[in-house]
């Protein structure tokens, strides 16, 4: 079964005529469920030629600490088994990823690469460098997405309502059964050795540090389990739930998904077939799942500025302007956010949660966001500092869905203009008692604790 063509966006217009195969493994890291590595596949078993996949790991990448990379490689472990039982080699190579990738194709005379989307400036500029330098056929495939974001969309999307009938429409063209893995010859492990992953581990020179966590187990296996887990119990009442930071009830898939250890199309499969889950429920959490997630691929992708003011609409830079010079009542550096030594008890629970957890509730990220936009000088230091504690803290972090949703809270992305508050303007405005008035905070702050 060949994939859908409006998943294949060609970076260098050459054919393949045959010749070793090479999925650049980088967003998408399971060995199921995965378009890019079907369509890698695919393509060597039809001209009977070799297939490997390789995935390079960056000394450092965007703030990511010891938690990110240990959730990663456990989860990438997983995937050279899997991948090694149907007889697909997977190497794993530490550097500069457009180097290494430049340097493999000379060495194993690759014909065709192949490597999944993503719209992040640094992915972006790597496929750009290798595609400039490599002469031969370079296909990056949106096994990220339900329906592909480039194919959706050609701009900059205004907000949900604008994306989501264009999704729509394409829906059931996209969201479509896997086919059944299948395996390689066994002659295409031929002289392969598997990688030494407490080599790779003690080779990352990252020096940031965050303490371990045991809430949530990594690799596509647990990601399952959590998945079924969470359709059996708390999915029936995500849209009651799933929104009140106290109940705890959203399904905090969102490391897997982010890590590519669970394609999003499967949840989606699962959830859409899923018995004794009411309708509302299971629209509700579809809307985040793919409309959502989506929209912010399509603005990162849309949007060099994605991460700085410079990526707001005219109304927000115009309100943000107005209000540059309001008093601040409170004023706090990176690392007092980052201890949560603020004077509410709130916001520092929320910032307990994010550092205990690597995990924050979703209502949570909103009003954590905008109240750094009111406790800061401006609203560019307010992103340097939200999406820097973001990428460090979060396990889901760098991430378009981080990117946005900063720029959602502090920026009016996605959004319209609200009434008048001083240093918001007309953002979208939250408070303490607000949230007071929506949800047991008092639970809420018991259970994560506030350091003041
Ligand atoms: C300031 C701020 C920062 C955020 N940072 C991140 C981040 O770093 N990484 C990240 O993945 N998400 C981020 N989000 C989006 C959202 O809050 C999380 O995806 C969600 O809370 C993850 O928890 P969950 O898996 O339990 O979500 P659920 O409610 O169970 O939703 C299921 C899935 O839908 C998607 N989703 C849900 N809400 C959104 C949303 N608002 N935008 C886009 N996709 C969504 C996610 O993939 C999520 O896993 C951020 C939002 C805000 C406002």
Known sequence: MSIHPGRIHTLTPLPYTGGPVAYWMSRDQRADDNWALIHARNSAMASRASFRVIFTLAPSFLNATSRHYQFMLTGLCETERALAERNI????????????????????????????????????????????????PFHEIDAHNIVPCRFVSQKKEFAARTIRPKINRLLDSFLTPFPKPASMPSANMRGHRRNNWDAIAS????????????????????????????????????????????????????????????????????????????????????????????????????????????????????????????????????????????????????????????????????????????WTRSPAEAMRIAVRLNDTWQLDGRDPNGYTGIAWSVGGVHDRPWGEHPVFGQIRYMNYNGCKSKFDIAKYIERYGAST
């Open 203 to 374: 080779s990352r020179n990252t020096t940031m540090t965050a303490p371990e966590i045991n809430w949530i187990v990594p690799g596509a296996r647990a990601a399952h389990t959590r998945l079924t887990a969470v359709i059996k119990t708390t999915l029936k009442r995500y849209h009651h739930d799933a929104n009140d930071p106290a109940l705890d009830a959203a399904s905090r898939l969102s490391p897997y998904l982010h890590f590519g250890q669970l394609s999003a199309q499967r949840v989606a499969l699962s959830v859409d077939t899923a018995a004794d889950v009411p309708p509302e429920a299971k629209e509700s959490f579809l809307e985040q799942l793919i409309v959502r997630r989506e929209l912010a691929d399509n603005f990162c992708l849309n949007e060099k500025h994605y991460d700085i003011p410079a990526g707001f609409p005219a109304w927000a830079k115009r309100t943000l302007a107005k209000h540059a010079k309001d008093k601040r009542e409170y004023l706090y550096t990176y690392k007092l956010f980052e201890e949560a030594k603020t004077h509410d008890a709130l916001w520092n629970a929320a910032q307990t949660q994010l550092r205990r957890e690597g995990y924050m509730h979703g209502y949570m990220r909103m009003y954590w966001a905008k109240k750094i936009l009111e």
């Open 89 to 136: 080699p997977m190497y794993v190579i530490l550097g500069d990823p457009a180097e290494i990738i430049l340097q493999f194709i000379r060495k194993h005379a690759i014909k065709l690469l192949v490597t999944d989307f993503d719209p992040i400036r640094i992915k972006q500029r790597w496929c750009a460098r290798i595609a400039s330098s490599a002469a031969i």
